[in-house]
């Protein structure tokens, strides 16, 4: 499925742009994003309708398979402008595109908690999904009326990547902060490779 025909492309310019830019290469790194100490931002129905959802891109430098996403959350546990906050069982989801916006991986995750610090983790280690060096985005959202807070960085603290915003949930449009990144984690690891059985020929040989 390529995000093109979910996403109204207005305000996605400079978002493209971004993830246009080169990949450095350089050693697999296992893990991708940062721990900022920032602020929190609305996720989820907000009083006003709308269907907050947040992103990040991140790049890679070698080819690796996506592990895990993880984003830091508040749950306050209370309501907020008359919305009830998330709950226990809720669902919510993370995609992953790249700069042509084809979906490349999609995960759920059930909320635990009605209250506290936590963070969303979604697990992608049981899809096999490969990812080649480049740049992507992780989306996520929820369709559940209720809401919860993510955590967001005050600054530019990874170079990768920058911040998305989206007020209508995946549909868009996702809308950039370039001096802006949300908290988050990319877990990845080393594709295997393959190793071709060895000829009879070259068996024979080891006892010649």
Not at 5 to 15: E, K, M, P, S, Y
Not at 38 to 53: H, I, S
Not at 92 to 107: E, F, S, Y
Request: some cysteine; overall charge negative; aromatic content about 12%.
């Amino acid at each position: 499925m390529n995000l093109t025909t979910i996403c109204r492309l207005g305000g996605l310019a400079g978002v493209l742009l971004i993830l246009a830019a080169g990949t450095a290469s350089g050693v697999c790194p296992s893990s991708i994003g940062t721990d900022c100490s920032g602020g929190t931002a609305w996720f989820g129905l907000r009083w006003d309708g709308a269907n907050v959802a947040h992103g990040q891109s991140f790049s890679l430098s070698c080819e690796s398979l996506l592990m895990s996403v993880e984003i830091p959350v508040f749950n306050a546990g209370a309501p907020n402008v008359g919305v009830p906050p998330m709950v226990q069982g809720d669902l919510i989801h993370c995609v992953i595109v790249d700069p042509g916006w084809t979906i490349h991986a999609t995960a759920t995750y059930e909320n635990p908690y009605n209250f506290g610090h936590y963070s969303m983790s979604f697990d992608f280690s049981q899809l096999n999904v490969k990812l080649p060096p480049g740049n992507y985005v992780l989306l996520a959202y929820t369709n559940v009326p209720r809401w919860t807070s993510v955590e967001f960085c005050t600054a530019d603290y990874y170079p990768g990547g920058v911040r998305y915003v989206s007020l209508a949930g995946l549909a868009g449009p996702w809308t950039s902060s370039p001096n802006l990144d949300t908290t988050f984690r990319v877990t990845v690891a080393d594709v295997p490779t393959a190793i071709a059985p060895p000829t009879w020929g070259a068996i024979k040989a080891l006892y010649r």
